[in-house]
């Protein structure tokens, strides 16, 4: 059974910082990408970073040059470092991975999500 366990979400004041950690446990056999995507209520989730494998990265627009995500793969972890927060920002984050648990089948899996509240 393959678990996502994200921390790090809270409330902070606009313009600080979060930093959210996804831990990934079970059965993995590989990763092919890990990443993070947002929602808030009535709207569908979106993206919000992604990283590969081979340590390729991709951002939603909206966070490009305020947010960094980076990848331990030794603790099979992803983390995202969210800079000059605006309180658009604010959203249930939810880690994801797409992996194989057996080395045939490959399934996206998703953490329980953290809220992250911008507000003064």
């Known amino acids: 059974q393959v678990q996502l366990v994200e921390s790090g979400g809270g409330l902070v004041q606009p313009g600080g910082s979060l930093r959210l950690s996804c831990a990934a446990s079970?059965?993995?056999?590989?990763?092919?990408?890990m990443g993070w995507y947002r929602q808030t209520p009535g709207k569908q989730r979106e993206l919000v970073a992604v990283i590969n494998s081979g340590g390729r990265t991709n951002y939603a627009d909206s966070v490009k040059g305020r947010f960094t995500i980076s990848r331990d793969t030794a603790k099979n972890s992803v983390n995202l470092q969210m800079n000059s927060l605006k309180p658009e920002d604010t959203a249930v984050y939810y880690c994801?991975?797409?992996?194989?648990?057996?080395?045939?089948?490959?399934?996206?899996?998703w953490g329980q999500g953290t809220q992250v509240t911008v507000s003064s």
């Open positions: 079970g059965s993995i056999v590989s990763f092919n990408n």
């Open positions: 994801t991975s797409y992996l194989t648990p057996d080395g045939y089948n490959w399934i996206t899996y």
